[in-house]
C-alpha cells in the first residue's frame, strides 16, 4: 500500500492521475517509453494496464492495474498481454511469456464454449 497526503487543493482524482501510465507496464524513462509503445503497438491498449477501483464519497481510494483482463464487445472477446522488455531480454522468450500470461483466461474462454456447446444454460453479458 502507498499512503501520502494530498495538498489541499488536490482531490483524490488527482492522486489517481498522476500514477498512469504505470511504470511497471510503461517503462522508464515513462515519456519515452510510451512513445516507443504508441509507435510500436499496432493497438491501444484500452483498459490493459489501466485501472479499476472506487473513490469513495469519504475520500478513500483503492485500484488495482488491469492486467489479466478480458473484454468482451459483440460476441468478441479481446485481452491483451506483455512482457518486461529489459537490455538482455530474448524476443521469443517474451513472446512466450505474454501466451503464459494470457493461459487462464484463454482457457476460462474455452470451458465457457464448450459449456455453452453442451447446452449447460451459459450466456453472454451481453
Do not use: W
Request: hydrophobic share 40%; glycine share 12%; proline share 4%.
Amino acid at each position: 500500500n502507498v499512503e501520502g497526503e494530498l495538498r489541499p487543493e488536490l482531490r483524490g482524482v488527482d492522486a489517481l492521475r498522476a500514477c498512469f501510465p504505470a511504470g511497471t507496464v510503461s517503462g522508464a524513462p515513462k515519456i519515452r517509453a510510451m512513445e516507443i509503445i504508441a509507435e510500436l503497438e499496432r493497438d491501444r491498449r484500452g483498459p490493459y494496464s489501466g485501472a479499476v477501483g472506487y473513490l469513495g464519497f469519504d475520500g478513500a481510494l483503492d485500484t488495482a492495474i488491469t492486467l489479466r483482463t478480458m473484454v468482451v464487445k459483440d460476441g468478441v472477446v479481446s485481452m491483451q498481454a506483455g512482457g518486461g522488455v529489459v537490455a538482455d531480454s530474448r524476443p521469443a522468450d517474451e513472446y512466450d511469456e505474454c501466451f503464459h500470461k494470457l493461459g487462464a483466461a484463454l482457457r476460462a474462454v474455452e470451458l465457457a464454449e464448450e459449456l455453452t456447446n453442451a447446452g449447460c444454460g451459459v450466456r453472454s453479458a451481453e
